[in-house]
């Protein structure tokens, strides 16, 4: 275990020298990566149901590509290939959890409180809640499109599916979030 | 025409090429109910974005900053050559001790018994004349402590 995790550790400082050579510095990489960030962030909470979570997976998504940075095309758009990573890092995340029988987070794993202000968290509070009864593939599609801001092509790039598929995905969870919120709505009036 | 949601969502969403958009334009002016369609994809894609848009503002945690910096320590060269890990996950475990780690361990618990040793021989004014030859050449005891010798080997190589 620790033999390979140090032969990981040689292979990510091999091909971060490998890269610098091939077209930018790692000093260059390592700033898009970083001006990156808070985008990253923002994927990862629409995925997440809450900051830390969404952090941690944040920190995996940047491990993974800074090893697997030889598998950045050149001309590649870095954007969507960290997007790609961490929908990826966030799948297998996923799986884990189902493997373990953690369905879902514990219900006191919500917002922490000290993030922001206590009404502007309400209205991403209901937002998160709604997006995390979606099926994972309608989550992908809605947090691409309608957080990120990514054109239908872009998203279907980095879910790696075709354009219909996403249009139908996308379709299919505005529907049900449309219906989570209005129903959320209406709970708050009742 | 009837327009199907996915092709109204892909209107909303300003998907569609030039003459698409120009039907779906004449055919809403003639349709509130279309145009009402339209509205709650607008609505709702606003609603997503003004949620999460908040994450964008706040500040980037600085485990992450260094993650993504991995390759450029702030203090490396200019070429960058020097890779820093970040501390937590990415970092290797140490390797298991071996013979090494552990005779290092022994002999700094050894020393640190003899130390202890050597302190309680003061205290007790029982240690030996070489000792206090070495560390405490000042003292002058009669009293000599067999018990203490291979102590004072090590306490005058410490002194």
């Not at chain 1, 800074?66 to 966030?90: C, E, T, V, Y």
């Not at chain 2, 706040?58 to 900053?65: M, N």
């Not at chain 2, 060269?77 to 290092?104: C, D, L, Q, T």
Request: net charge positive; hydrophobic share 40%; aromatic share 4%.
């Amino acid at each position: 275990m620790n033999t390979r995790i140090r032969t990981e550790e040689n292979l990510l400082a091999r091909r971060i020298i490998e890269h610098e050579t091939m077209s930018d510095t790692s000093e260059e990489i390592g700033e898009r990566i970083a001006s990156l960030l808070p985008r990253l962030r923002r994927f990862a909470r629409s995925l997440s149901r809450n900051q830390h979570d969404a952090d941690d997976l944040v920190q995996t998504a940047v491990e993974r590509a800074w090893r697997h940075l030889d598998q950045l095309r050149p001309g590649a758009k870095l954007a969507s290939w960290m997007f790609g990573i961490m929908k990826n890092a966030w799948l297998d995340n996923l799986r884990t959890r189902r493997r373990r029988g953690e369905v879902a987070l514990p219900e006191d794993s919500g917002e922490h409180p000290a993030v922001s202000h206590v009404d502007t968290e309400a209205g991403l509070w209901a937002v998160s809640e709604a997006m995390n009864k979606l099926p994972e593939e309608q989550r992908l599609a809605v947090a691409l499109v309608l957080v990120e801001g990514m054109s239908y092509k872009e998203a279907a790039g980095v879910l790696e599916i075709p354009m219909g598929t996403l249009t139908s995905r996308l379709a299919r969870g505005r529907t049900a979030l449309a219906a989570e919120l209005a129903d959320e709505a209406r709970g708050d009036i009742a | 025409v009837k327009y199907d949601d996915e092709t109204l969502m892909a209107y909303a969403d300003g998907e569609l090429d030039a003459a698409q958009r120009a039907q779906i334009d004449a055919a809403i002016a003639q349709d509130p109910g279309l145009a009402l369609r339209v509205q709650e994809h607008r609505a709702l894609r606003a609603r997503m974005t003004g949620a999460f848009s908040r994450v964008l503002d706040q500040p980037v945690p600085d485990r992450l900053e260094v993650a993504a910096r991995v390759g450029t320590p702030a203090d490396a060269p200019a070429r960058g050559n020097v890779i820093k890990f970040p501390a937590r996950s990415a970092r290797a475990p140490s390797p298991p001790w071996r013979a090494r780690e552990w005779i290092a361990m022994a002999a700094s618990l050894l020393l640190g018994v003899l130390c202890h040793g050597a302190c309680s021989c003061r205290q007790t004014q029982r240690s030996s004349r070489r000792a206090r030859a070495v560390c405490w050449p000042e003292a002058s005891s009669p009293a000599h402590s067999r018990a203490s010798s291979p102590a004072n080997k090590a306490v005058k190589s410490e002194c």
